[in-house]
């Protein structure tokens, strides 16, 4: 299996494997020492490598939004200056009632 990194900009690359990448080296460093055996702890890497490309992979992933979700936003941003423009109109006769004659 072969894994392709396309390499856009050092501040890109070390933010995204934060805890694995070694900038002097420009190389990734992964350790494990959990297990007794040289054998496990090379496997515990390549979870952890596997881990960490998954992780990568789908946070760079965006699902657009529907139409349908769209026009829900839209609703909901109209009902919502509609309210604040009632709030507000409410507030004004208020303060406009508290300006009585005073006789």
Request: aromatic share 4%.
């Amino acid at each position: 299996m072969c894994l392709w990194f396309v390499k856009s900009s050092s501040q890109e690359v070390d933010a995204i494997f934060q805890p694995a990448y070694v900038k002097a080296d420009d190389s990734l460093l992964i350790s494990s020492t959990r297990h007794r055996t040289q054998a496990e702890n090379v496997e515990d890497c390549l979870q952890k490598l596997h881990a960490l490309i998954l992780d990568t992979s789908s946070a760079a992933i965006t699902n657009d939004p529907t139409a349908e979700q769209q026009q829900r936003v839209r609703n909901l941003q109209k009902a919502h200056s509609i309210r604040l423009k009632k709030e507000k109109q409410s507030r004004s006769a208020v303060k406009q009632g508290r300006r009585g004659g005073f006789d």
